[in-house]
């Protein structure tokens, strides 16, 4: 007999690993205001603190500095340690909000609905926001090529727009990594346990023809092949 066997996020969340979008876009946040904190070139102007952090999506600066003293470190630890204990985008962005932290998004408004999805819904689907983006240009082309012929500014958002992708798929597979690599032994661990349980109760006739058809980033599946 042939089987087909289908594996989603699921079996990657089963294994405790944190894969899913809105996990990803945490620690990403988490790393951004990590680097805006120890940036070592702060820019004053009457005591307002401009940009400490920027990249393709996002820059991160202090408006204010009334409840940060830059100057004690116990005060600055205290507070990454909070914002990394943060479980939800929202909770962190509640938390940096009350310190004056503001974030401002770049260019279009994928990068905004990217991270209101994660506040409201708690999770997230960049590729269907990517897709919803998309056909807005084409749309923004074509007006335009009627109109005046000018596409140019269409263009150069569209660039910009498969920039901020490719950023975030550069992001998530270094985020899909360190995951695997800090969660090693609790796989192994796992499948161990499985390999075990299966060599007592065999559901799978060893003349079977198997196919594993893998829909995440990660190889966790390979660990069951032997």
């Given at each position: ?7 989603g996020?699921?079996?990657?969340l ?25 940036n ?5 102007n ?32 205290g ?6 204990e ?32 994660c ?16 056909k ?5 082309y074509?007006?335009n ?82």
């Amino acid at each position: 007999m042939n089987r087909l066997i289908l594996i989603g996020n699921g079996f990657d969340l089963a294994h405790g690993l944190k894969t899913n979008y809105h996990d990803f876009i945490l620690d990403y946040l988490k790393g951004c205001i990590d680097l805006a904190f120890n940036n070592p070139n702060i820019s004053l102007n009457q005591s307002k603190i401009i940009e400490r952090y920027s990249d393709e999506l996002l820059s991160i600066g202090f408006s204010s500095l009334p409840n940060i003293q830059f100057d004690k470190v116990s005060t600055k630890t205290g507070m990454l340690n909070r914002i990394n204990e943060s479980k939800s985008v929202i909770q962190l962005l509640n938390y940096i909000q009350s310190y004056e932290i503001k974030i401002d998004y770049r260019g279009s408004g994928f990068v905004n609905l990217l991270f209101n999805e994660c506040v409201v819904k708690n999770w997230v689907d960049i590729e269907s926001l990517y897709y919803e983006e998309l056909k807005k240009r084409l749309l923004q082309y074509n007006k335009n090529k009627d109109y005046d012929g000018n596409v140019s500014g269409v263009i150069g958002n569209l660039k910009h727009l498969n920039n901020q992708l490719e950023f975030l798929k550069n992001k998530l597979e270094d985020y899909l990594l360190k995951i695997e690599k800090e969660n090693k032994s609790k796989i192994n661990s796992l499948s161990d346990l499985i390999h075990h349980w299966l060599n007592k109760n065999t559901f799978i006739d060893k003349s079977d023809h198997l196919l594993i058809l893998n829909f995440n980033y990660t190889a966790t599946p390979k660990k069951y092949l032997k």
